[in-house]
């Protein structure tokens, strides 16, 4: 069994050098596809690359991020792999806090879809405080684990996929189809996607931008009532398609100028769980969304299992 992580990154110097300790630490091989990063992220990629022998990077520029990018990973270095490997996402402002091979044990043999257990940590009233009487707290240079302390765990989502001969990553999909079972068992993960005044207002640039001239639109760094779409990720699944029109008129009227800062982005402590540097974080399975067997891009049934089993898709199992 080895872990392969994929990595597509873009502009993540305050963070990517924290969170690829962890990474390089669970996984065997740590493969990353920087597409364009212009404030130093390369240099600390291939700075790490040096330290690490597991780790190997390349640059190849892409107009915006997507999750499909991966798979021009996985193509590149799926000849390293073998049935019974585990394909995973590496995500720059995630620490994964589990073992992975402890869940992967866990599952049964046809479970082949891992989800992870998201611990979302934001910036609070307590945060802008402390910002403003002593904003050197929030440099890049303190350790994201001892700058952000509030969370929440309210959120879950396909995180890891293990190898087989019937494996195919299409070319519009954010992971591989022909996938059989997606486990119960979840893989804890830290997510540090609001982490800086200055971070967050970049991130929000950015997006706004994209949003308004592109096809990809990130309605959570558009839309109002951010508190509320936060703590409650049920309205976020189930108006998800409004959601993203409402987004992309807001962006375009706008012309992808954002019309909120970092302080409209703050979640009120009494949301959150507060983590004390060492403790257990607080799990919340209660507000995880469900796990679904199968959304259009997971596929069951007994001629998969057949196929699977007995190798059938063996020479066009990479790319279709």
Known sequence: ????????????????????????????????????????????????????????????????????????????FSDRSKPGDFWGRYDSDEIILDDPRDVFRKAGPLDDMFWGSFYNFYMTEADVARFDENPALYDDATPIEQRMRYYINNWSEPRFVRDHRGLIWRG???????????????????????????????????????????DTVYSQDILPNFRDRMMDTSKVLESAEDMVATA???????????????????????DLEYHTPGAPLVAR??????????????????????????????GARREA
């Open 172 to 214: 519009d999909r954010d992971w591989p189809s022909l996938v059989n079972h997606c486990t119960r068992f979840r893989i804890g993960i830290a997510h540090y996607a609001y982490r800086s005044p200055k971070q967050i207002d970049d991130r929000l640039a950015s997006r706004w931008k994209i949003s308004a001239t592109g």
């Open 248 to 270: 992309k008129r807001k962006a375009v009227e706008r012309n992808g100028v954002p019309d909120v800062s970092w302080r409209d982005r703050i979640i009120p402590t009494t």
């Open 1 to 76: 069994m080895r872990i392969h992580l994929i990595g597509v990154i873009k502009d993540e110097a305050d963070i990517v050098g924290q969170t690829l300790v962890r990474a390089v630490e669970v996984a065997d091989h740590v493969y990353i596809r920087d597409i364009g990063s212009t404030d130093g992220t390369l240099d600390i990629l291939h700075e790490a690359a040096g330290r690490y022998q597991n780790l190997e990077v390349y640059s190849e520029p892409a107009p915006v991020y997507t999750d499909a990018l991966r798979r021009s990973v996985f193509l590149k």
């Open 285 to 314: 399975p209660d507000l995880l969304p469900d796990i679904l067997p199968n959304d259009g891009t997971f596929k069951r049934g007994a001629r998969h299992v057949a196929r699977r089993v007995l190798g059938t898709f063996q």
